[in-house]
């Protein structure tokens, strides 16, 4: 798996969560969901993830969307 799959694997294992803790628990759950979002919107324009540099530092390697920087 190269960094790109597992920041997109994450993301959405954390949305699906966020709707899943809205439902059961407290609606204010859903701020992550917007969280997890923003996230990927500013990510797509500026090429920053921080979870992207945190699995490089893991070993993961690139992928297209994030190359390797450290």
């Known amino acids: 798996m190269n ?3 597992a920041v997109l694997a994450f993301a ?3 949305i699906l969560a ?5 439902y059961f628990v407290s609606p204010y759950w859903l701020w992550l969901a ?4 923003a996230n990927l919107l500013q ?3 500026t090429g ?3 979870l992207a540099r945190i699995l490089a530092r893991f070993g993961l390697q690139p992928g297209c969307a994030f190359p390797g920087r450290s």
Request: proline fraction near 5%; charged fraction near 10%.
């Open 3 to 5: 960094i790109d799959r």
């Open 12 to 14: 959405g294992t954390m």
């Open 18 to 22: 966020s709707v899943a803790l809205a």
């Open 43 to 45: 990510s797509s324009f």
């Open 34 to 37: 917007v969280f997890v979002g």
């Open 48 to 50: 920053f993830c921080p």
